[in-house]
């Protein structure tokens, strides 16, 4: 809904602004709000998803000053640098897992998972390659996780 305010803002302003200027205040202003935590939305029904993609079209549209509902929008992600939200999301959840996987996250998030090294495959190799690390998420209670729920 936020998004959706900020571009009706931005429309009203559209012709005083040059398409350069048009696409930071998209990336400022909407896609920041989109990214936001967007690696929650890995399992987010597929009309979720096309709802927040419709926003992130209004913004390619505004930017590029598209009126016809029917054009490609592709080659002008492209332009843009942007990602569409399916694949934003997959992104982020992909660098969060390679920073934990190489110690680069924060702790709270290393300490959710236990990396299991395949010690046969590093003494072949010699080196520390992805196909070595294997990521292992431990087995979460639900009895530990309601009595966290109300603790202080």
Same mark, same amino acid.
């Given at each position: 809904?936020?998004?959706?305010?900020?571009?009706?803002?931005?429309?009203?302003?559209?012709?005083?602004?040059?398409?350069?200027? @048009? $696409?930071?205040? +998209?990336?400022?202003?909407? #896609?920041?709000?989109?990214?936001?935590?967007?690696?929650?939305?890995?399992? =987010? *029904?597929?009309?979720?998803?096309? @709802? $927040?993609?419709? +926003?992130?079209?209004?913004? #390619?549209?505004?930017?590029?000053?598209?009126?016809?509902?029917?054009?490609? =929008? *592709?080659?002008?992600?492209?332009?843009?640098?942007?990602?569409?939200?399916?694949?934003? #999301?997959?992104?982020?959840?992909?660098?969060?897992?390679?920073?934990?996987?190489?110690?680069?996250?924060?702790?709270?998030?290393?300490?959710?998972?236990?990396?299991?090294?395949?010690?046969?495959?590093?003494?072949?190799?010699?080196?520390?390659?992805?196909?070595?690390?294997?990521?292992?998420?431990?087995?979460?209670?639900?009895?530990?996780?309601?009595?966290?729920?109300?603790?202080?």
């Amino acid at each position: 809904k936020k998004c959706c305010w900020t571009m009706n803002n931005l429309r009203t302003i559209r012709k005083y602004l040059d398409e350069r200027v @048009k $696409l930071m205040l +998209v990336k400022q202003l909407i #896609i920041s709000k989109l990214d936001y935590c967007n690696a929650l939305y890995m399992n =987010l *029904s597929k009309t979720r998803v096309k @709802k $927040l993609q419709s +926003v992130l079209n209004a913004g #390619i549209r505004f930017i590029y000053d598209i009126y016809d509902r029917n054009t490609d =929008l *592709s080659p002008f992600y492209k332009k843009a640098h942007i990602l569409p939200v399916e694949k934003r #999301i997959f992104f982020k959840v992909c660098l969060i897992c390679f920073k934990v996987a190489h110690g680069l996250a924060p702790m709270y998030l290393q300490e959710l998972v236990q990396m299991n090294r395949d010690d046969k495959a590093v003494k072949e190799t010699r080196t520390k390659t992805a196909c070595n690390l294997l990521m292992k998420i431990p087995k979460f209670s639900k009895l530990k996780a309601t009595s966290r729920r109300f603790s202080n």
